[in-house]
């Protein structure tokens, strides 16, 4: 009895105990979250109040290009590129951006005299000066002399330190801007943060050691996104966008920055946009035929067998003069003609045998004085007449027909090969000469044929190919509803095929006011619109969205986009498209 009177006295000790410790710990949960929320309105307190800032936005760190000195003036674009301790010099004219290579250049740096000497092979000059390498801005004044013209261009020159202080900067800002990002995440989070601490501690203190799992992992979480996440105002990096360096660009506002070393690889060229008043034009669609007094068409007038010539059958392009062989048809009989021919031979042959013999019993009565000498000579001329007709018949039978050229020319076409059997309808060759050609156009409503004069013709497919053509005369029968153009090519600097087809450009008596730049120039933006690219500065390009018109074969003409006196580049604008 006294034994367990002794031991339930021990666990109510025990029990006693437990409870005094369980309600202490509770107390010390208890003032751990008071602490924490303490913290956490502190920390809102330092963050809440008003104009806050976290530091300043970091700046974009733009891509190194070669330091450069830029100016330009109404005659020259001036671009020095600096490479070590040599300024390799760049000079355009302004209105057409080619290269000038005939000038003298003295480049003044920081009032030190240089000569720019000309680098023949590259089209650049060249300055070396060891101020080049010495961090800082530069005055650049550069003075250029091209025979009776001179011109002053002023510039400033920006060496940016070396690349070891600039990397030291660059992981600098680098690493504060990643201290800054994880020290300054959003209040809530660092509250929730100390939240799960204290009540982590409690687990503890309570002896739930199992529950320390899951604050743990919510903590771990917590601290990732702290760190991972940036809130507005902090930069995730440098802007590409911003690059200055030393390849093509297309910029974010759309303009292009195409450096002075491109340009002339490219071969941009400009011209100046000035507003024109010109006769309006009317395009028609017609074809290159041959002229009729300078060709020709080859036919057998029999029907027989093609022999080639003893050079073979001349092939296309063959350079001919009138009369020249161009081969032979050996005429073919049929059985009926055949059957008639030697019918014809034997009556031939039979008065031939009888005449033969009244000429020999003549001949005997002649010295008799029998019969006179008037018929001795009827029968011997009739006995000729039928051995010439024998001969001819015989000869039919095998006597080809010459095929000669009717004109002088080339040959355009042949339809023949040896051994052929030919017909006459079949045409064998066509002979044209390519130095007089014509045109004919078909003419529906466009325009009233009797006001066109002055023509020009571009052909399908090849926009270098300008023909200039000459009003001849027009049909006056209409032809399924259409008109009937003729005209003479005047000049042509390609070489033209007979059949190809072609545009005709004419012009009428209206008039239209507007800028004429060539077809080139055009191309088409991203968004599907038709720009041209403006030259606002040495090394930047502005697309810029047009309303055009055709105006002739190759030009247009821009009634609205852009303005008197701007650069728009005409050659090679497709290339300076690409640029992305």
């Given at each position: 009895m006294?034994l367990?009177?002794?031991?339930?006295?021990?666990?109510?000790?025990?029990t006693g105990?437990?409870?005094?410790g369980r309600?202490?710990?509770?107390?010390?949960?208890?003032?751990l979250?008071?602490?924490?929320l303490a913290?956490?309105?502190?920390?809102a307190?330092?963050?809440?109040h008003?104009?806050h800032?976290?530091?300043?936005?970091?700046?974009?760190?733009?891509?190194?290009?070669?330091?450069?000195?830029?100016?330009?003036?109404e005659r020259y674009?001036f671009?020095?590129?600096?490479?070590?301790e040599v300024?390799?010099?760049?000079?355009?004219r302004?209105?057409?951006?080619?290269p000038?290579?005939?000038?003298?250049i003295e480049?003044?740096?920081?009032?030190?005299p240089?000569k720019?000497?000309?680098?023949?092979?590259?089209?650049?000059?060249e300055?070396?000066?060891p101020?080049l390498?010495q961090p800082?801005?530069?005055e650049?004044?550069?003075?250029?002399a091209?025979?009776s013209?001179?011109?002053?261009?002023?510039?400033?020159l920006?060496i940016?330190a070396?690349?070891?202080?600039?990397?030291h900067?660059r992981?600098?800002?680098s690493?504060?801007q990643?201290?800054?990002?994880?020290?300054?995440?959003r209040?809530?989070?660092?509250?929730?943060g100390?939240?799960l601490i204290?009540?982590?501690?409690?687990?503890?203190?309570l002896?739930?050691r199992?529950l320390?799992?899951?604050?743990?992992?919510?903590?771990?979480?917590?601290l990732?996104?702290?760190?991972?996440?940036?809130?507005?105002?902090?930069?995730?990096?440098?802007?590409?966008?911003?690059?200055?360096g030393?390849?093509?660009?297309?910029?974010p506002d759309g303009t292009?920055?195409v450096?002075?070393?491109?340009?002339?690889l490219l071969?941009?060229?400009?011209?100046s946009?000035?507003?024109?008043?010109r006769?309006?034009?009317?395009?028609f669609?017609?074809?290159?035929?041959?002229n009729?007094n300078?060709?020709?068409?080859?036919?057998?007038t029999?029907?027989g067998r093609?022999?080639a010539?003893?050079?073979?059958?001349?092939?296309?392009g063959?350079k001919?003069?009138?009369?020249?062989?161009?081969?032979?048809?050996a005429?073919?009989f049929?059985?009926?003609?055949?059957?008639?021919?030697?019918?014809?031979?034997?009556?031939?042959?039979?008065?031939?045998s009888?005449?033969?013999?009244?000429?020999?019993?003549?001949?005997?009565l002649l010295?008799?004085?029998?019969?006179?000498?008037a018929?001795?000579e009827d029968?011997?001329?009739?006995?000729?007449?039928?051995e010439k007709r024998?001969?001819?018949?015989l000869?039919a039978?095998v006597r080809?027909e010459?095929?000669?050229?009717?004109?002088?020319?080339?040959?355009?076409a042949?339809?023949?090969?040896?051994?052929?059997?030919?017909?006459?309808?079949?045409q064998?060759f066509?002979?044209?000469?390519p130095?007089?050609?014509?045109v004919e156009?078909l003419?529906?409503d466009?325009v009233?044929?009797d006001a066109?004069?002055?023509a020009s013709?571009s052909?399908?497919?090849?926009?270098?190919?300008?023909?200039?053509?000459k009003?001849?005369?027009?049909?006056?029968a209409?032809?399924?509803?259409?008109?009937?153009?003729?005209?003479?090519?005047?000049e042509?600097?390609?070489?033209?095929?007979a059949?190809?087809p072609?545009t005709?450009i004419t012009?009428?008596?209206?008039?239209a006011?507007?800028f004429?730049?060539?077809?080139?120039?055009?191309?088409?933006?991203?968004s599907?619109?038709?720009v041209v690219?403006?030259?606002?500065?040495p090394e930047v390009?502005q697309?810029r969205?047009v309303?055009v018109?055709?105006f002739?074969s190759?030009h247009?003409l821009?009634t609205a986009?852009?303005?008197?006196?701007?650069?728009?580049v005409v050659?090679?604008?497709?290339?300076?498209?690409?640029v992305r």
């Amino acid at each position: 009895m006294s034994l367990q009177i002794r031991r339930l006295r021990a666990r109510a000790r025990q029990t006693g105990i437990f409870a005094l410790g369980r309600a202490g710990a509770v107390r010390s949960v208890i003032a751990l979250f008071a602490v924490c929320l303490a913290a956490v309105a502190a920390v809102a307190l330092a963050d809440a109040h008003e104009g806050h800032e976290h530091g300043s936005a970091p700046a974009a760190v733009p891509v190194a290009g070669s330091p450069r000195v830029v100016a330009s003036s109404e005659r020259y674009q001036f671009v020095g590129i600096v490479e070590g301790e040599v300024l390799v010099i760049y000079l355009d004219r302004a209105d057409d951006n080619a290269p000038v290579t005939s000038a003298t250049i003295e480049v003044s740096l920081d009032g030190a005299p240089y000569k720019a000497g000309l680098q023949e092979k590259a089209g650049t000059y060249e300055v070396t000066a060891p101020v080049l390498r010495q961090p800082g801005e530069h005055e650049v004044l550069v003075t250029i002399a091209e025979g009776s013209v001179s011109d002053l261009l002023v510039g400033t020159l920006a060496i940016p330190a070396n690349e070891t202080d600039t990397a030291h900067h660059r992981v600098g800002d680098s690493l504060a801007q990643a201290m800054e990002a994880f020290s300054t995440g959003r209040v809530a989070i660092a509250g929730a943060g100390l939240v799960l601490i204290a009540a982590a501690a409690g687990a503890a203190i309570l002896g739930r050691r199992k529950l320390l799992i899951v604050p743990a992992a919510i903590l771990g979480m917590i601290l990732a996104s702290t760190i991972a996440w940036a809130h507005e105002g902090h930069g995730h990096g440098p802007d590409l966008s911003a690059s200055t360096g030393n390849s093509p660009v297309r910029r974010p506002d759309g303009t292009l920055f195409v450096p002075k070393p491109t340009q002339r690889l490219l071969e941009i060229r400009t011209r100046s946009a000035v507003v024109e008043s010109r006769r309006r034009t009317v395009r028609f669609y017609g074809r290159i035929v041959p002229n009729p007094n300078r060709s020709g068409v080859v036919q057998a007038t029999l029907q027989g067998r093609y022999e080639a010539p003893p050079g073979g059958v001349p092939p296309l392009g063959t350079k001919v003069r009138a009369g020249d062989l161009l081969g032979r048809v050996a005429p073919s009989f049929a059985s009926i003609d055949s059957s008639d021919m030697m019918q014809t031979l034997g009556a031939l042959e039979q008065e031939i045998s009888l005449n033969r013999r009244k000429l020999a019993r003549q001949e005997q009565l002649l010295a008799s004085n029998a019969v006179t000498q008037a018929a001795v000579e009827d029968t011997r001329i009739a006995l000729d007449g039928l051995e010439k007709r024998r001969r001819e018949l015989l000869a039919a039978r095998v006597r080809p027909e010459d095929l000669r050229a009717p004109v002088t020319g080339v040959i355009a076409a042949a339809r023949v090969i040896a051994g052929q059997v030919v017909s006459p309808s079949d045409q064998l060759f066509q002979i044209i000469d390519p130095t007089s050609l014509m045109v004919e156009a078909l003419v529906f409503d466009q325009v009233d044929p009797d006001a066109v004069h002055e023509a020009s013709a571009s052909v399908a497919g090849r926009g270098d190919a300008i023909v200039k053509l000459k009003f001849l005369g027009r049909s006056r029968a209409l032809q399924q509803q259409y008109s009937l153009l003729q005209f003479a090519i005047v000049e042509s600097k390609a070489a033209l095929n007979a059949g190809a087809p072609v545009t005709v450009i004419t012009t009428t008596g209206e008039r239209a006011t507007g800028f004429i730049l060539p077809r080139a120039a055009l191309v088409q933006a991203p968004s599907g619109q038709t720009v041209v690219f403006s030259h606002k500065d040495p090394e930047v390009f502005q697309p810029r969205a047009v309303r055009v018109e055709p105006f002739d074969s190759k030009h247009v003409l821009v009634t609205a986009g852009i303005a008197e006196g701007e650069r728009i580049v005409v050659r090679n604008a497709l290339l300076l498209n690409q640029v992305r």
